[in-house]
């Protein structure tokens, strides 16, 4: 058995060894927050960094809530953190502003809302 077991975790680590890592200093704390109920705000590039992060808000505390009281709320508008056609993705429980797109609340059934929903969340879950 024990043969076996290092044969597939072998196999495992030389396909997937870039993806299967112990989880770094940040990765450590943000899972220690969720555990602790703790909601907190990570922005992600199109690479999949994190470029903002955001904790410190309890866990009963609406997602708009935690943008508001971040200090990315007050720069959101300012140029240098935005060229041309750059923006964020948001879920419905977020505000449009005029670099932060979101998904509607209902979409009543118009195909074009759910179209663009869907291409949001398709973004979205990526990261």
Known sequence: MVNYTNRVMTAIESAMGHEIAWPDRQERAVN???????????ICDQNKRVIYFFAGMPGS????????????WGRLGYAQLFDNGQYLLGDS???PLDRLV??????????DNVDFNTCIAHARVGN
């Open 32 to 42: 220690s927050l969720i555990s602790r109920g703790w909601v907190f705000l990570v």
């Open 102 to 111: 979101c998904s509607y609340k209902r979409t009543g059934g118009d195909m």
């Open 61 to 72: 505390c609406h997602d708009l809530t935690c943008l508001r009281r971040s200090s990315l």
């Open 93 to 95: 429980g977020y505000i």
